[in-house]
């Protein structure tokens, strides 16, 4: 099946070289702030610029779709929560409202397939009701896969076109982890219980429910595992289809992206297999609580900035890490030089006491 993804380039090596050497000119010892170099050459390179611009449009871009798979006790919510957080996300009352506007990013809603009406606003992407129950059917048809990744490729356009230049891709639905689980144990050669998590909490019986489902997913999804359009359609849903052709065209776009939790990352696997290349231009914000996030980011050799015992998705550890890379864009373009600053480096000082 025909996608239009080819091979990413890479972020500019010659930008991220020249940020590295602005790091030994700053007035502070050669890499003091760790990690926070590294984060800002890394976004210089991603903008091709030295020293890099502060995030003016950081955008979150929440995917929402149902699964029917929750249908069968795989999660401690039913599924009606979807298309009420979808409601609630418009009112500006959930968890990535309020980090967003902490973050200093504003937040969109995708319906890709919620099983239920929303607002005209958020469902102009919409592909489907509910995507198939995993554990015994396949989640889309052909036309419906290829409809999400297109979906997930226009939002991405529609974004960058007005300005995005930090992206964040979110999620919301229930039963979305059992999928999720599905492509990381599959694309990871992990045994099911080694990557099942609980979830939204589900308890004993339920873990056990989930391990099942995903069990016979994994077994409809391994013949597959190849192809990751036929993977989508076999194992997934709309919505991971759509981050998917977010992500990758994202990359294509030259766009950083934040990675989020174990959903957005697994669809973050599928896209590196569609799109070679694209990962260099994701940053993963934190480790989830869900073991297959882990595998999936090891998977990816990605290294997470965060680890807070995060685990609700929506975009909610991207936006807690952005501070984080705003520290690092301000850091490297606001400090002075040592010769800005006339301040003697080491050097410098040791010649001086030669004298």
């Known amino acids: 099946m025909t996608h239009g993804f080819g091979p990413v380039a890479a972020p500019d090596a010659q930008v991220r070289a020249a940020a590295e050497q602005r790091q030994t000119q700053l007035t502070k010892p050669a890499g003091s702030l760790g990690r926070l170099e590294e984060l800002g050459n890394w976004i210089a390179a991603c903008q ?8 003016e449009r950081a955008r979150v871009v929440v995917f929402a779709g149902d699964h029917g798979v929750a249908e069968h006790g795989v999660s401690a919510y039913p599924s009606e929560v979807t298309a ?6 418009l009112a500006g009352g959930a968890a990535v409202n309020a980090l967003a506007a902490v973050a200093g990013a504003t937040v969109r809603v995708a319906d890709i397939s919620v099983d239920g009406d929303t607002d005209p606003t ?4 919409k592909v489907r009701r509910s995507s198939g129950s995993i554990d015994r059917e396949d989640a889309l048809t052909g036309e419906e896969v290829a409809a999400a990744l297109a979906a997930g490729r226009a939002i991405a356009d529609e974004e960058v076109d007005a300005g995005a230049d930090l992206l964040v891709a979110g999620d919301m639905g229930i039963g979305n ?3 999720a689980t599905v492509l990381v144990a599959t694309l990871t050669n992990t045994e099911p219980v080694a990557a099942v998590g609980r979830g939204t909490g589900v308890d004993d ?3 056990i429910r989930k391990v099942a489902a995903i069990r016979d997913g994994m077994r409809r999804a391994r ?6 359009v036929e993977l989508l359609r076999v194992a997934a849903g709309a919505d991971f289809a759509a981050m998917v052709g977010f992500l990758a065209q994202a990359a294509t776009r030259r766009t950083p992206v934040l990675l989020d939790g174990v959903v957005v990352t697994a669809a973050a696997l599928v896209a590196e ?5 694209a990962k260099a231009w994701w940053l993963p914000a934190h480790r989830s609580t869900e073991p297959a996030h882990d595998l999936a980011l090891k998977h990816l050799r990605l290294q997470p900035l965060l680890d807070l015992n995060m685990r609700l998705g929506e975009g909610s550890g991207a936006l807690t890490a952005l501070p984080l890379l705003r520290a690092a864009v301000a850091t490297l373009s606001e400090m002075s030089t040592f010769a800005d600053a006339g301040v003697s480096t080491s050097d410098e000082v040791s010649v001086d006491l030669v004298k």
């Open 48 to 55: 091709g610029a030295c020293p890099p611009k502060q995030f």
């Open 205 to 207: 019986a339920g873990w």
């Open 223 to 228: 013949p597959v595992a190849a192809d990751p």
């Open 177 to 179: 982890t059992t999928p």
């Open 84 to 89: 009420q957080m979808v409601a609630n996300f």
């Open 122 to 125: 958020v469902s102009q992407h």
């Open 273 to 277: 297999d569609l799109a070679a290349g």
